[in-house]
């Protein structure tokens, strides 16, 4: 059974940092895309930042420069370091996975979820 759990979200100053991290487990497909999405209160749910199989890397525009996805294979984890956080910033992170690649941004076409992690940023 496929199971993603977030941590690493908190309560920080804006120009502070976070990394969250993904702990998948269950998950034996070699082909895949790995992502980060985020729901403000009041917003639908928006992708934050992704990863494939191949390693390719993408990012949303409001985030690129300040964040950084990464995934460590030994551990099976999933990262987002977040650098240069705004009042904007603040959302319920989430971190999917789907056993395909392509569309990576696409929020409704992923197959597992994990619960998500608090990220807070007051001004």
């Known amino acids: 059974q496929t199971r993603l759990v977030e941590s690493g979200g908190g309560s920080v100053q804006a120009g502070g940092s976070l990394r969250l991290s993904c702990a998948i487990s269950?998950?034996?497909?070699?082909?895949?895309?790995m992502g980060w999405f985020r729901r403000a209160p009041g917003k639908e749910r928006e992708f934050v930042s992704a990863?494939?199989?191949?390693?390719?890397?993408d990012y949303a525009d409001s985030v690129l420069g300040r964040f950084a996805i990464s995934k460590d294979n030994a551990k099976n984890t999933l990262y987002l370091q977040m650098n240069s956080l705004k009042p904007d910033d603040t959302a319920m992170y989430y971190c999917?996975?789907?056993?395909?690649?392509?569309?990576?941004?696409?929020?409704?076409?992923?197959?597992?979820w994990g619960q998500g992690t608090q990220v807070t940023v007051s001004s």
């Open positions: 999917a996975a789907k056993p395909r690649v392509g569309l990576c941004r696409r929020t409704n076409i992923y197959d597992y």
């Open positions: 990863i494939d199989s191949d390693g390719t890397t």
């Open positions: 269950g998950y034996p497909y070699d082909r895949y895309c």
